[in-house]
């Protein structure tokens, strides 16, 4: 299998986490203590370890690497992930330190020279460049980009190339797959198109395709999702998946490095960017950059990527955690009165459906209608639903231990009986409660209604 080659400049992000109880008495700031320094990749050091963790290809970087202390600091961090090919650089490794204060990013210190010093492009790089699967250009604004045997090497680059500018980086090579500005840089290299609405994308993304010469450019807008343009016709516009709170630093990286491992795996432009959306939106909900080498302790639970994020950031703001469970295998206004009950009872919603082979278990060999994932779609499209769970077992007591929820919430005509889920909540001090159902609905009535 041929690799996926990242191209552009290494960085060493570090995280400054500390606590602020008090201002200082010479100026209205916070004083910072009990810090705690977090390293890690950073550019297009970053995008490669994001991609070689989310797919089976061996991923190599190639990038600028001075010989400072910084530099071997980098070097460790992706040692065993990533096969690093190093250009000859000088000028200092660019390090960027966040002093945050909790999920707070106080202030940002930046070292190293603007530009670096670039030595003469390795063979074994131009050759790993042109046999790629695909590649990734992650520009930060250091050079790389515009050196011109880089260029060259890219331009003859066999597989589909996916290009992250900067603003202060080169344009891209010509004939390039996809090029993948955010909003704010798209506008800020067409500045004549007024508005921040989807006209005014779709129209910035048809003049760099004109004016880059690309095959196509997908806009990223935050919590909006992407724009695809190929230059004419409608846009096709990927809405993300809504994400509350959650660090957005590396959203970018994990978007490019997503689309252009779908390209290497053979996905059409469109297929790939759709993909792009979902993996950003799952990397900003895990923590962003900061979860950049989490390890899943938990293998066997089947959730979406949502859910843990949810949770989590519930518990570290002191709040409630609601749980509620079933096939909901067509949503019926049964469901939705109790979905919006359960969510009034805390400040989250996770919601636990069967698995397609669960269900069959349990309601037998004509059921589910709807698939897990489809079933999973339409909850999650609900105002008052944070998050989905699918499990396989015929009861949610394992899903149930993972997630631990303050209350596990049931419909139905359960008052005054103990729910066969409650001893598992009461093993951690939760509660299991009944709320009303909606009288009339179910969707064996409905089946049965619609066969008559």
Not at 34 to 61: F, K, N, Q, T, Y
Not at 68 to 97: C, F, H, N, Y
Not at 137 to 162: F, I, K, N, S
Request: hydrophobic share 50%.
């Amino acid at each position: 299998m041929r690799p996926l080659v990242v191209v552009g400049d290494a960085l060493l992000d570090v995280d400054l986490v500390g606590s602020a109880s008090r201002l200082t008495p010479d100026a209205p700031v916070p004083v910072v203590e009990d810090i705690e320094r977090r390293e890690r990749p950073g550019g297009a050091a970053l995008a490669a370890v994001i991609a070689a963790a989310a797919g089976s290809r061996e991923v190599v970087l190639v990038a600028p690497f001075d010989s400072d202390d910084d530099a071997d600091r980098l070097r460790s961090l992706l040692a065993g992930r990533v096969r690093v090919i190093e250009v000859p650089a000088a000028g200092g490794t660019a390090v960027k330190q966040r002093v945050r204060v909790g999920d707070h990013s106080v202030a940002r210190l930046d070292s190293g020279a603007p530009m670096a010093r670039l030595g003469a492009l390795p063979a074994e790089a131009v050759t790993a460049i042109r046999e790629a699967a695909a590649v990734l250009v992650a520009d930060y604004g250091r050079g790389t980009t515009a050196a011109a045997d880089v260029r060259a090497a890219l331009a003859e680059a066999r597989g589909p190339v996916v290009w992250d500018p900067h603003p202060r980086g080169a344009d891209p090579v010509r004939g390039v797959r996809l090029v993948t500005p955010n909003a704010a840089e798209a506008a800020r290299v067409v500045p004549d198109v007024p508005g921040e609405g989807l006209a005014a994308v779709g129209a910035r993304a048809e003049a760099l395709i004109a004016r880059w010469g690309v095959g196509g450019v997908a806009v990223t807008m935050g919590a909006r999702g992407a724009l695809l343009s190929y230059g004419s016709g409608a846009p096709m516009v990927v809405p993300a998946v809504a994400v509350s709170g959650g660090d957005p630093c590396g959203a970018g990286d994990s978007f490019a490095a997503s689309a252009a491992l779908a390209l290497a795996d053979g996905a059409v432009t469109g297929e790939a960017v759709a993909a792009a959306v979902a993996s950003a939106s799952a990397f900003v909900a895990r923590g962003g950059a900061t979860s950049w080498d989490a390890v899943d302790d938990a293998p066997d639970a089947v959730a979406e990527p949502g859910a843990d994020g949810v949770i989590a950031r519930v518990r570290a703001a002191g709040g409630t955690v609601v749980a509620t469970g079933g096939c909901f295998d067509l949503l019926h206004p049964g469901h939705v009165a109790t979905l919006r009950a359960a969510r009034g009872l805390g400040d989250c919603l996770v919601v636990c459906i069967n698995s397609d082979d669960s269900v069959r278990r349990l309601k037998g060999p004509s059921r589910p209608l709807v698939s897990a994932p489809d079933r999973a779609r339409v909850l999650e499209a609900l105002e008052f639903v944070d998050a989905v769970v699918v499990f396989d077992e015929d009861t949610p007591s394992a899903v149930l231990e993972r997630l631990r929820p303050d209350v596990w919430a049931k419909g139905g005509d359960y008052a005054g009986a103990d729910l066969p889920e409650a001893e598992v909540l009461r093993s951690w001090g939760g509660q299991a409660v009944v709320l009303p159902y909606l009288d009339g609905h179910s969707t064996t009535a409905l089946v049965e209604r619609s066969r008559v």
